[in-house]
């Protein structure tokens, strides 16, 4: 339940929604398992597995998108492919046509989809709708954007835009290590991935080094940039900061975790305090988080 990954976007401040009425639109689309011929299917999932799409504490919201997916790899297909065309050819005694391959191998798939196996991928995104935030877990760009054409499929209005910062991720990561120290409220780590601007794309990646080294000044002084920054924030949240904005690698640390499992007794206690902890200092982690980058674009 903890978020790994935070794909940050921004809610307008007079977005308001009713946890029925979002339970309500997210029901339009339910995940129906895949068919024997169907390589995927997308939909929503209860994120509580009690059956509802939807789950609010506090005026915070958790929603689920399940997605499954045929596994069924090319080689596979075109190995079989490859085996009947040989077959066909040897009887027939020419070869067969570019035509004739691509149908083999289009019947073929037909025939192998309903034995292949499906796997389960579930996302989840958490919507704060008194802050404007909808944060997606999701490591890469891709999956957040599956989610989000789901959710604006479901929804009547989804009034969404990516988080802009003032200040770049590259030139604030940049400055950061230049300056060996990071914001109020942040520690710079021991990991970090520095590149040259140029076509070339020379990098250098560090991991578990001590980043105020005179040879990390020297390859800034060279002209590289950081695409890639560990920090933490207030001793409770570790994380890596990419050159697209991306918080990653996110890690709630011990103290945040006792917090939770000392307030619960019971799973369904314990689901709550986590959600109820998570999204706490989450909220707290992006303000800061923004205002360390400058503040958000366009907002004095």
């Not at 689920?64 to 050819?89: C, D, F, H, T, Y």
């Not at 935030?133 to 054409?149: H, K, P, Q, T, Y």
Request: proline share 4%; with cysteine.
């Amino acid at each position: 339940m903890w978020f790994k990954n935070l794909q940050v976007y921004r809610l307008p401040a007079d977005w308001d929604l009713s946890i029925a009425r979002l339970e309500e639109q997210l029901s339009r689309h339910p995940l129906q398992r895949c068919g024997s011929m169907d390589m995927q299917s997308r939909g929503w999932i209860s994120p509580r597995k009690n059956g509802s799409l939807a789950f609010s504490l506090n005026r915070q919201f958790l929603i689920a998108m399940g997605a499954e997916q045929k596994l069924l790899p090319a080689s596979v297909i075109n190995q079989v492919a490859s085996e009947r065309i040989a077959e066909l050819e040897e009887q027939q005694g020419h070869q067969l046509g570019r035509k004739q391959a691509k149908e083999i191998k289009e019947r073929v798939t037909e025939e192998l989809l309903p034995r292949a196996f499906c796997r389960r991928i579930n996302t989840y995104a958490w919507i704060d709708p008194s802050h404007g935030w909808l944060v997606i877990d999701a490591a890469n760009a891709a999956r957040s954007e599956e989610l989000l054409g789901l959710l604006r499929d479901s929804l009547d209005d989804l009034p969404l835009s990516l988080l802009k910062t003032q200040l770049s991720p590259v030139s604030a990561m940049t400055s950061w290590l230049a300056a060996g120290e990071a914001p109020p409220g942040f520690t710079i780590d021991r990991d970090c991935v520095l590149q040259s601007p140029n076509e070339e794309k020379a990098t250098v990646r560090y991991t578990r080094h001590a980043l105020d080294a005179e040879e990390i000044r020297g390859h800034l002084a060279d002209g590289k940039t950081a695409t890639r920054l560990s920090l933490t924030w207030n001793d409770r949240i570790s994380f890596a900061l990419t050159d697209q904005l991306q918080i990653k690698q996110v890690a709630f640390l011990d103290i945040i975790k006792e917090e939770a499992e000392s307030q619960a007794e019971t799973a369904e206690e314990q689901f709550e305090a986590d959600f109820i902890l998570m999204t706490g200092e989450l909220s707290h982690f992006l303000q800061d988080f923004v205002e360390a980058l400058g503040g958000e674009e366009g907002k004095v």
